[in-house]
């Protein structure tokens, strides 16, 4: 079992666009958007994982995680979950030695900008990047699975 550690926060400003080291288009949908198990489908450019995740208790929570073949992924999302409903592309900036993921959102949540840090350790210290604005970690309106419930893109 996988533990997930991440500290989630709102993007004040566009500054992370020139400090990008790599940029992904991710699709994803959930089968269970339960907050005790999440099941999660996700394509990114082409490559698929299917993630079972565990309820928060903070910043940590359990997850499982295995790559899947594309076409298994686009048949799940449209025979299990009526299609995809998060679309956005993602935002690798390094920052002081950590890795942080500014996911910038496309169609009914267009203008959303997140970035999220995964940490070895809850109590690992970290040096915030100029763009970070509000921490919003443990916060369900910011949940990628509350994003995508109801609605489809």
């Given at each position: 079992?996988?533990?997930?550690i991440e500290r989630k926060?709102?993007?004040?400003?566009?500054?992370?666009?020139?400090?990008?080291?790599?940029?992904?288009?991710?699709?994803?949908?959930?089968?269970?958007?339960?907050?005790?198990?999440?099941?999660?489908?996700?394509?990114?450019?082409?490559?698929?994982?299917?993630?079972?995740?565990?309820?928060?208790?903070?910043a940590v929570r359990d997850?499982?995680?295995?790559?899947?073949?594309?076409?298994d992924a686009m048949e799940?999302?449209?025979?299990?979950?009526?299609?995809?409903?998060?679309?956005?592309?993602?935002?690798?900036?390094?920052?002081?030695?950590?890795?942080?993921?500014?996911?910038?959102?496309?169609?009914?949540?267009?203008?959303?900008?997140?970035?999220?840090?995964?940490?070895?350790?809850?109590?690992?210290?970290?040096?915030?990047?100029?763009?970070?604005?509000?921490?919003?970690?443990?916060?369900?309106?910011?949940?990628?699975?509350?994003?995508?419930?109801?609605?489809?893109?």
């Amino acid at each position: 079992m996988g533990k997930e550690i991440e500290r989630k926060f709102l993007v004040k400003d566009n500054s992370f666009i020139q400090m990008t080291t790599e940029l992904l288009h991710i699709c994803q949908t959930y089968i269970s958007d339960k907050p005790e198990a999440t099941v999660r489908i996700r394509v990114c450019d082409d490559h698929a994982w299917i993630t079972v995740k565990g309820k928060n208790d903070g910043a940590v929570r359990d997850e499982w995680e295995y790559a899947i073949p594309v076409n298994d992924a686009m048949e799940m999302a449209e025979r299990l979950a009526g299609g995809w409903n998060i679309d956005k592309t993602r935002y690798v900036v390094i920052y002081e030695g950590a890795r942080w993921e500014v996911d910038v959102f496309h169609g009914r949540h267009d203008g959303l900008v997140l970035a999220e840090i995964e940490l070895s350790s809850a109590s690992d210290s970290f040096v915030l990047p100029p763009f970070i604005g509000d921490e919003v970690t443990g916060d369900p309106r910011y949940y990628n699975s509350v994003l995508a419930a109801h609605k489809q893109l």
